[in-house]
């Protein structure tokens, strides 16, 4: 396992009160120091390139975030820029790519811990606290060296609207997503399957509010199954931890033990396929369960 992560996600930030705050970068840093002291590598991203974003994102969206560089802007009412926001959200999608980039090229595992987080950002829009899709741009670069089969599993209690649209026909990205259901974005019914070609590459599992690591554990085997089906050449996890009992943007009750136990049983899966698996971080707005959680995700996979 290597992380991937900087310092300088904490250069981007939000107004005072935004749950997705600087402050979610400094527990990145304390979890990638206990890393390093454990003898753990961790490496300093790249940031994503042009071509890397247009493989996914409309050249529009990506001029207008470019555009924000030394400004605070307020994109939508949820969705923040600061003078640095436009440099940190590349190094967010250049260490998605690494991620993914490591994990195919070693097969060790990769972990990248970042922010702004990705899974609701459009093609042709910022949203929900996110600048640009790092797991879509990671995905849609494991495309472009050939890959026909790449797995993306959104274990963040909200839905992943951007990256579902994004792959929606498409059936070389398979998009998977647990989330809590109907909330915040609206979309991730489960007759939500994709269209055309992609039809049938995109399982929503939409959960109640108040799901509880069973409720999780008994989605996750179905989700195995739905791996095994599709036998991935990669696997990446959108890894948010929101769906934490303690996060105060949600409603669900899992606990950090069942937060381990859902990203161990995609491990297990991965390895039962014979494919590299790379997490790039997503939503988790309670400090001390995003730590919890991202540490006790690195003790167990
Ligand atoms: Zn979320």
Not at 61 to 68: K, L, N, R, S
Not at 184 to 206: Q, R
Request: hydrophobic fraction near 45%; proline fraction near 6%; include cysteine.
């Amino acid at each position: 396992m290597i992380l991937i992560s900087s310092a300088r996600f904490q250069e981007h930030t939000t107004p005072p009160g935004h749950p997705e705050r600087p402050e979610r970068a400094e527990v990145f840093d304390h979890v990638a120091a206990a890393w390093r002291d454990m003898g753990g590598r961790v490496a300093e991203p790249r940031p994503a390139t042009r071509a890397e974003l247009l493989r996914v994102h409309d050249a529009a969206h990506v001029e207008a975030i470019a555009g924000t560089s030394g400004r605070a802007v307020m994109l939508d009412p949820d969705t923040f820029t600061s003078p640095e926001s436009y440099e940190i959200a590349l190094l967010a999608a250049g260490a998605a790519v690494q991620a993914a980039e490591h994990a195919l090229e070693t097969k060790e595992t990769a972990f990248a811990l970042v922010r702004p987080p990705g899974h609701h950002a459009e093609r042709d829009k910022a949203m929900g606290f996110c600048l640009f899709n790092n797991v879509a741009v990671a995905a849609a670069a494991a495309v472009a060296r050939g890959l026909s089969r790449v797995a993306v599993v959104d274990i963040d209690v909200h839905h992943g609207n951007g990256t579902q649209s994004m792959f929606y026909a498409d059936p070389r990205v398979l998009y998977v997503s647990s989330h809590q259901f109907p909330f915040y974005p609206g979309t991730g019914a489960a007759d939500e399957v994709g269209t055309g070609a992609g039809k049938g590459f995109t399982f929503n599992v939409p959960l109640a509010a108040g799901a509880t690591d069973a409720d999780y554990a008994a989605a996750y085997r179905t989700i195995a199954g739905v791996l095994e089906r599709y036998a991935p050449q990669l696997v990446l996890v959108s890894a948010g931890f929101d769906a934490h009992e303690s996060d105060p943007l949600a409603s669900m009750r899992m606990t950090t033990a069942g937060y381990a136990a859902v990203v161990k049983s995609l491990a297990d899966t991965a390895r039962r396929i014979g494919c590299p698996m790379a997490l790039v971080t997503e939503g988790g707005y309670d400090l001390d369960a995003l730590r919890a959680c991202l540490d006790a995700t690195l003790a167990g996979i």
